[in-house]
């Protein structure tokens, strides 16, 4: 074989070599992004999941706050109602006294009036 062939023959070596190497590399690097892939779309599942149960914790959380709101906005209003109750209770028992010392004072001043009639002649 001549210098020319064992040259040609190497170079033909060489590059049979060199698309085998490239070949498998190609490979590796198509497993890694498979792989990464993957990992990535494990990763935004776990995301979605940890997302949708933050969303749920908080709902949770607001329509509790919401049943407390409620419940503290329905026991002033009963509270409220109860004190309107009370006071409209007072102001009654507080019109009866006014009446009956009215009521009283008109019977003293008729009763003192016949004693002046009774008193002067006038009664007779």
């Known amino acids: 074989m001549s210098n020319s062939?064992?040259?040609?023959?190497?170079?033909?070596?060489?590059?049979?070599?060199?698309?085998e190497k490239t070949s498998q590399m190609s490979e590796k690097a198509g497993e890694m992004?498979?792989?990464?892939?993957?990992?990535?779309?494990?990763?935004?599942?776990?995301?979605?999941?940890?997302?949708?149960?933050?969303?749920?914790?908080a709902g949770e959380k607001?329509?509790?706050?919401?049943?407390?709101?409620?419940?503290?906005?329905?026991?002033?209003?009963?509270?409220?109602?109860?004190?309107t109750s009370q006071a409209g209770g007072m102001l009654q028992s507080a019109?009866?006294?006014?009446?009956?010392?009215?009521?009283?004072m008109m019977a003293k001043a008729g009763g003192a009036a016949e004693a002046v009639k009774n008193a002067t002649g006038m009664n007779n």
Do not use: H, L, P, Y
């Open 33 to 57: 992004i498979n792989q990464m892939s993957e990992k990535t779309s494990q990763i935004s599942e776990k995301a979605g999941e940890k997302t949708i149960q933050m969303s749920e914790k």
């Open 95 to 104: 019109k009866e006294s006014v009446q009956e010392a009215g009521s009283q």
């Open 5 to 19: 062939q064992n040259a040609s023959f190497n170079a033909g070596e060489a590059k049979a070599q060199a698309e």
């Open 62 to 83: 607001t329509s509790q706050a919401s049943d407390m709101a409620s419940e503290k906005s329905s026991q002033a209003s009963d509270i409220a109602s109860e004190k």
